[in-house]
């Protein structure tokens, strides 16, 4: 299992400083205790010249030199002995004067044949020496001063090697509840450090999957936040250069295709347009024709009859003509799609506030939950009227209980992500006859009704043009209550 960045860097801090102090723990163990020793030699040799000093001058046995003797000893924990020729005590740190005496005594008459002498001299000598009595060894010095007394100065080494173990158990308890306390704070720096880190990581993240809409949000100008500001413009480049490359390969995919179908969408449209025309202009000729023959019936009822059906049958005529011109634009690649990043939900939601006095005039019940914004990739010129045909349809055929309801759903898959939009309304269920037709140009499931309403059949075939010209599947569903037409968009 991978660490992360910052349990990485805790853990090597934290092994850094247990390591440094055990270290030091081991460094007081092998070399405390010498240290301890030397610094007794140099506090022996000390006492050794101040008491040396003090007899030359005969100051020995002075208060103020008692004084500075105690002192001296208390501090380095030493025992001091001066005696005379005739072994009278001159001075003496101890109660114990007949032990002082006698380990004196016995370094001068009766040496341990194996001692290990540290430093010696004419005057004096150093050792290292085990009391016989007590098993305890001591650090000694003894010899003669410059006005001929003897003298004995020795201190325990058992205290040292007590010091240092002391010391080597604090050293470790304090070393131990360091380490702890450290580790706390270190994993709290680590976290805050590293969380900017982590931001960049899940940011970069998304980016894999043309996720763009995350920025890192800089907090200072160290290394992180220009990475972070860098990471920002390269999103930002890349949505770009992406949106420029899916407009580029849908503008490829529909030049292949352009030129098989051309022909055949030629031959197909005028077809229909002039099957289509000639109904209306037959309806505008006849009544034309009827109008001029009754110029002079003064029935002006008639004649504004008359006019009022050449009016509509040219409204429709021209309506016609200009979804034609449309849809001629789509089907021929002369209309460029345009694919940009923007909000499907919000998209419908602005169409349905602007409908809402058509709404409110056939008294139809528009269900439409508010939602998440779903980002999607198309024309979102283009997928606004896809929109708009499907609620007109759904508007013209709604029947029963009048509900129209725009539904959200996410398709994920191997290879894309997708969302599909469907506008179901309430009402009779198409032809299953019909079904594989009504994409078609001009085709009408009902006649009587589509001309009531004054459709042209080519709203329909307009959505197809759209949806074919971006490469996306649309459909529609069939519901026992009615009928539910759909369309799918890129997310990624």
Same mark, same amino acid.
């Not at 092998?30 to 005969?58: C, P, T, W």
């Not at 007949?98 to 194996?114: A, G, I, Q, T």
């Given at each position: 299992?991978? /660490?992360?960045?910052?349990?990485?860097?805790?853990?090597?801090?934290?092994?850094?400083?247990?390591?440094?102090?055990?270290?030091?723990?081991?460094?007081?163990?092998?070399?405390l205790?010498?240290?301890?020793?030397? #610094?007794?030699?140099?506090?022996?040799?000390?006492?050794?010249? %101040?008491?040396?000093?003090?007899?030359?001058?005969?100051?020995?046995?002075? @208060?103020?030199?008692?004084?500075?003797?105690?002192?001296?000893?208390?501090?380095?924990?030493?025992?001091?002995?001066?005696?005379?020729?005739?072994? #009278?005590?001159?001075?003496?740190?101890? /109660?114990?004067?007949?032990? *002082?005496?006698? %380990?004196?005594?016995?370094?001068?008459?009766?040496?341990?044949?194996?001692?290990?002498?540290?430093?010696?001299?004419?005057?004096?000598?150093?050792?290292?020496?085990m009391?016989?009595?007590?098993?305890?060894?001591?650090?000694?010095? !003894?010899?003669?001063?410059?006005?001929?007394?003897?003298?004995?100065?020795?201190?325990?080494? @058992?205290?040292? %090697?007590?010091?240092?173990?002391?010391s080597?158990?604090?050293?470790?308890?304090?070393?131990?509840?360091?380490?702890?306390?450290?580790?706390?704070?270190?994993?709290?720096?680590?976290?805050?450090i590293?969380?900017?880190?982590?931001?960049?990581?899940?940011?970069?993240?998304?980016?894999?999957?043309?996720?763009?809409?995350?920025?890192?949000?800089?907090?200072?100008?160290? @290394?992180?936040?220009?990475?972070?500001?860098?990471?920002?413009?390269?999103?930002?480049?890349?949505?770009?250069?992406?949106?420029?490359?899916?407009?580029?390969?849908?503008?490829?995919?529909?030049?292949?295709?352009?030129?098989?179908?051309i022909?055949?969408?030629?031959?197909?449209?005028?077809?229909?347009?002039?099957?289509?025309?000639?109904? &209306?202009?037959?309806?505008i000729?006849?009544?034309?024709?009827g109008?001029?023959?009754?110029?002079?019936?003064?029935?002006?009822?008639?004649?504004?009859?008359?006019?009022?059906?050449? *009016?509509?049958?040219?409204?429709?005529?021209?309506?016609?003509?200009?979804?034609?011109?449309?849809?001629?634009?789509?089907?021929f690649?002369?209309?460029?799609?345009?694919?940009?990043?923007?909000?499907?939900?919000?998209?419908?939601?602005?169409?349905?506030?602007?409908?809402?006095?058509?709404?409110?005039?056939?008294?139809?019940?528009?269900?439409?939950?508010?939602?998440? &914004?779903? =980002? +999607? !990739?198309?024309d979102e010129?283009?997928?606004?009227? +896809?929109?708009?045909?499907?609620?007109?349809?759904?508007?013209?055929?709604?029947?029963?209980?009048?509900?129209?309801?725009?539904?959200?759903?996410?398709?994920?898959?191997?290879?894309?992500?997708?969302?599909?939009?469907?506008?179901?309304?309430?009402?009779?269920?198409?032809?299953?006859?019909?079904?594989?037709?009504?994409?078609e140009?001009? =085709?009408?499931?009902?006649?009587?009704?589509?001309?009531?309403?004054?459709?042209?059949?080519?709203g329909?075939?307009?959505?197809?043009?759209?949806?074919?010209?971006?490469?996306?599947?649309?459909?529609?569903?069939?519901?026992? #209550?009615?009928?539910?037409?759909?369309?799918?968009l890129?997310t990624?």
């Amino acid at each position: 299992m991978k /660490r992360s960045i910052k349990q990485q860097i805790a853990f090597i801090f934290i092994s850094v400083m247990a390591g440094t102090i055990i270290l030091c723990w081991i460094i007081n163990s092998s070399f405390l205790e010498n240290f301890y020793i030397q #610094n007794k030699k140099h506090a022996i040799g000390d006492a050794y010249v %101040r008491i040396n000093e003090a007899a030359s001058n005969g100051n020995i046995s002075s @208060e103020e030199f008692d004084l500075e003797l105690r002192k001296t000893c208390d501090a380095y924990n030493i025992s001091i002995l001066v005696i005379d020729a005739e072994s #009278n005590t001159i001075k003496s740190s101890t /109660r114990d004067i007949e032990k *002082m005496l006698s %380990r004196l005594y016995d370094n001068y008459f009766n040496p341990d044949k194996d001692i290990e002498y540290l430093d010696k001299s004419d005057k004096y000598y150093l050792a290292t020496a085990m009391d016989k009595l007590t098993a305890t060894e001591y650090l000694e010095m !003894w010899g003669v001063l410059d006005n001929g007394n003897l003298f004995l100065i020795r201190s325990p080494l @058992e205290s040292i %090697r007590d010091s240092v173990k002391i010391s080597n158990r604090f050293l470790a308890y304090v070393g131990l509840l360091a380490t702890v306390i450290s580790a706390v704070l270190i994993w709290f720096v680590t976290t805050r450090i590293t969380k900017p880190i982590m931001e960049l990581k899940e940011i970069s993240e998304k980016m894999t999957k043309l996720n763009f809409e995350t920025k890192y949000e800089s907090r200072g100008q160290n @290394e992180i936040d220009l990475l972070g500001e860098h990471m920002n413009e390269l999103s930002s480049t890349l949505e770009k250069t992406i949106s420029e490359l899916k407009t580029a390969n849908n503008e490829l995919k529909r030049d292949i295709e352009k030129k098989e179908q051309i022909d055949e969408m030629r031959k197909e449209f005028l077809s229909n347009v002039s099957h289509e025309l000639k109904t &209306p202009i037959a309806l505008i000729q006849g009544y034309a024709e009827g109008l001029k023959e009754c110029v002079n019936d003064d029935d002006a009822e008639s004649r504004d009859f008359y006019c009022d059906v050449i *009016m509509d049958e040219a409204g429709k005529m021209n309506n016609m003509v200009k979804k034609l011109l449309d849809l001629n634009q789509l089907e021929f690649g002369n209309d460029v799609v345009t694919m940009e990043r923007f909000d499907v939900v919000a998209l419908v939601s602005n169409f349905i506030t602007s409908a809402e006095i058509l709404i409110h005039q056939n008294e139809v019940n528009v269900k439409h939950e508010k939602q998440e &914004p779903i =980002y +999607v !990739w198309a024309d979102e010129f283009k997928t606004e009227e +896809v929109v708009r045909n499907f609620f007109s349809n759904a508007m013209n055929h709604v029947d029963g209980d009048k509900i129209i309801e725009i539904r959200y759903r996410l398709i994920e898959a191997e290879n894309a992500n997708r969302v599909r939009v469907s506008v179901f309304n309430t009402g009779e269920p198409i032809p299953e006859e019909s079904l594989p037709h009504i994409w078609e140009k001009f =085709y009408k499931v009902d006649k009587a009704r589509t001309r009531e309403y004054g459709g042209s059949g080519v709203g329909l075939s307009i959505v197809k043009a759209i949806m074919e010209s971006m490469n996306q599947q649309y459909g529609v569903i069939n519901y026992t #209550n009615g009928v539910e037409f759909w369309f799918e968009l890129e997310t990624k």
